[in-house]
């Protein structure tokens, strides 16, 4: 469905169900480069699980129009404003690794969300200099390296879950559909967000954090940080790991972690 | 590096699309002969009926086996995935249905398959689809052909038989100015000598038949979607970008925006009609897959010889290979096909359709066969086989002559190619003298 949000048309994905406020609600927010479709099985499985899903194309992605934010705080903010749009009182917060900072921003600031899950996430999640420069000057370069880190090596060479699809292939092909900038702002306002941990020990919902085994963008290893900062918070936390997967895990785990989302929200919810 | 595969061509050639088996250690691509697999539970079965967890269920939907063809050509295309179908013409008929309805509308290249020439022409007005056929040489052709409710541009990267190379970024431009696709056929060179998604083409499909396979015992197409076609901006496509009631009233396009082609294809296409690829078949392709870069190259040498030797022949009056400098599009070959302009080519023989049968008769190590791309080496007369439907005009226009045969190069010794060429020449030449 389109929305409006602070005055911009918005694309929201629902999973391929109507829109029902009175479901408990879930907002699923993409990484950088990336739009809505990211979540595609795992919106799918939670909407046909009893789940009000939103998943947006963030401002100035995919179909959604507008400039791309320039911070995380920025996207925290509009968040809040989706969920004002969508007459939703209270959500959960389902974040990929960019979208895990906007989660967590979010999480501290509001206390409309009910619970948070950070999905291939570490704070502070500084960017490779040469990645930052490529992704302003030379997308192509960006694209491939991204692709080159958020692959476990046998995605690289294929067998994907999704029969048909090349799962390199899509990624690229989604980032190069992202309009000039999109990218480069996305990966700067990662660098640039250093509250992370004091945002996640002001965090008081239940706080899932789902790592790819073989995550080398934000490896399982890094989160330690994350975990210490929302358990000194007092959000009760857990930890799940999806064994075999990389920074891509909603393609290359894409039951496993359908499964351990619905677990854990449906855990939320009563 | 390119955006999406570290991998080189020639290794993904070998490994895309598979890992060793998991169960067995397997090496070789399984053979997945089921024509279903077992739910674990009935909540599983929902959930892959929903499309809430990707799944093989049935194998006119998805296979094993064939998925990993589907993936490997995929790769090698630069594409974001692809569809394996029962032949090339069940690819062709695959994107068409997939875009369009009754009262929709193709401009294509004149210069085409027969096969594909006959769907196009005559089998589609039969259900409200029709084709413009354009020079493809002429842009202006294709830009004057275009109508409201044209839907889909058609070519072929070398068109069958007279060989014309088609200009696929200009006809690319020229479709992407009205909002349309542009969907290349690329059998005759494969991704070893031209990628058309690189090139502007948004759709680019095989008959996995011919050079894909390579050793003619197994009849399949391959439809490979490059991902980057904005079906919700162009806004002709209602079938990519509104509720589909045959599938949980998806939107496609909202569902993925890179796989909406794809999604609407197999869930739609290849449920309903059902031309889908054997696990067989698909193993057996998969198996040429594995050197189709190594026969590439073999090929295009071959080629190459063989048209310089034809070409030089007092027995021939022309000789149609973009490799040679005589062809009217040697310049744009160079430039789109730099590793060779494919191993099939034609060319007229002096002394019309008796020469031509005399010629093939003497033959000893070509084939006479209706079929391209084979390791072994070819032969066909199109205008008494290939394309026996199309009028003299027609046939004129795509530049085939009475006198005209077809070769599909192989890999046997050049001599010996030679030498039966001479032999076929001989006869020909024999036959004109008494």
């Known amino acids: 469905m389109d929305l409006n949000v602070l005055g911009q048309p918005t694309r929201i994905y629902c999973g391929g169900r109507s829109f029902d406020r009175r479901l408990p609600a879930v907002v699923m927010i993409h990484g950088a480069g990336h739009d809505h479709s990211v979540w595609q099985y795992q919106a799918r499985h939670l909407a046909h699980h009893g789940f009000a899903v939103l998943a947006p194309d963030l401002p100035g992605h995919g179909a959604s129009a507008g400039e791309a934010l320039t911070g995380i705080a920025a996207l925290a903010e509009w968040i809040e404003a989706l969920l004002d749009a969508a007459g939703v009182a209270r959500a959960a917060l389902v974040g990929h690794s ?91 306002a990662c660098n640039a967000y250093t509250d992370g941990l004091e945002a996640a020990a002001r965090v008081g919902c239940p706080t899932l954090v789902v790592c790819g085994e073989r995550d080398q963008m934000t490896p399982p290893r890094a989160t330690r940080p994350l975990l210490d900062a929302l358990a000194r918070g007092g959000a009760a936390v857990r930890l799940h790991t999806l064994a075999g997967a990389g920074h891509a895990m909603m393609a290359e785990a894409p039951g496993a972690l359908g499964d351990a989302l619905r677990d854990f929200l449906g855990s939320t919810t009563g | 590096m390119s955006a999406s ?128 056929f354009v020079d ?21 990267s070398l068109g069958n038989p007279g060989l014309d190379v088609l200009d696929i970024p200009t006809v690319a431009q020229i479709a992407h100015a009205h909002h349309l696709p542009l969907l290349v056929d690329a059998t005759l060179v494969t ?19 011919k050079f894909l396979g390579g050793h003619g015992v197994a009849v399949g197409g391959v439809l490979v979607d490059g991902g980057r076609f904005d079906w919700e901006a162009a806004g002709l496509f209602p079938t990519l970008t509104e509720p589909y009631d ?59 010889q063989v048209a310089a030797h034809l070409a030089a022949h007092e027995q021939v009056a022309r000789v149609a290979y973009p490799g040679l400098d005589g062809h009217p599009d040697h310049a744009l070959a160079a430039r789109l096909l730099p590793a060779g302009a494919g191993a099939v080519l034609s060319f007229e023989l002096k002394g019309g359709r008796a020469a031509g049968q005399a010629f093939i008769e003497a033959l000893r190590l070509f084939s006479h066969l209706a079929n391209v791309g084979d390791a072994k080496s070819l032969v066909i007369h199109p ?45 020909a030449g024999k036959l004109s003298r008494t």
């Open chain 2, 136 to 156: 493809p040489r002429d842009p202006d052709a294709w830009r004057d052909a275009v109508r409201a409710e044209t839907r889909l541009f058609f070519g072929e």
């Open chain 2, 246 to 304: 045959g599938f949980h009233g998806m939107d496609f396009a909202e569902e993925s925006p890179v796989a909406a082609f794809l999604l609407r294809a197999r869930r739609e296409g290849l449920r309903d009609f059902g031309a889908c690829l054997s696990p067989m078949n698909a193993f057996q392709i998969l198996q040429g897959l594995e050197t189709l870069p190594l026969r590439m190259r073999a090929h295009v040498d071959n080629a190459r």
């Open chain 1, 98 to 188: 960019m979208g895990s900072l906007v989660a967590l921003a979010c999480s501290a600031r509001s206390p409309r969300i009910s619970a948070l899950v950070l999905v291939g996430s570490v704070a502070p999640m500084p960017v490779a200099a040469p990645l930052l420069d490529a992704a302003r000057s030379q997308r192509a370069r960006a694209h491939a390296m991204i692709n080159q880190w958020s692959y476990v090596p046998t995605s690289h060479i294929g067998a994907s879950a999704c029969p048909g699809l090349w799962l390199p292939g899509l990624n690229a092909a989604l980032m190069a559909r992202q309009r000039e900038g999109v990218l480069a702002a996305d990966l700067a």
């Open chain 2, 5 to 132: 595969t570290p991998y080189g061509r020639d290794t993904l050639a070998l490994h895309a699309g598979q890992s060793p088996d998991p169960t067995h250690g397997s090496r070789a691509t399984p053979i997945h002969f089921t024509t279903s697999h077992v739910f674990s539970d009935t909540a599983e079965a929902a959930e892959l009926f929903n499309l809430e967890r990707p799944g093989h269920v049935y194998a006119r939907i998805s296979n094993p086996t064939v998925a990993v063809l589907e993936e490997r050509v995929a790769a090698l295309e630069g594409g974001v995935g692809a569809i394996a179908t029962a032949s090339g013409q069940a690819a062709l008929h695959l994107t068409i249905v997939t875009l369009m309805g009754a009262g929709g509308h193709i401009v294509a290249s004149r210069s085409l398959y027969g096969g594909s020439h006959n769907l196009l022409g005559y089998t589609l007005p039969r259900f409200g689809i029709h084709t413009t």
């Open chain 2, 191 to 209: 991704p070893c000598l031209q990628r058309p998604l690189e090139l502007g083409a948004d759709l680019v499909m095989h008959s996995a038949t």
């Open chain 2, 383 to 427: 205008a008494s086989t290939t394309h026996f439907r199309m009028s003299a005009a027609d046939l004129a226009a795509a530049g085939i002559g009475e006198g005209t045969v077809r070769l599909s190069v192989g890999l046997e010794s050049l001599a010996d190619l030679l030498a039966d060429l001479d032999r076929g020449l001989a006869a």
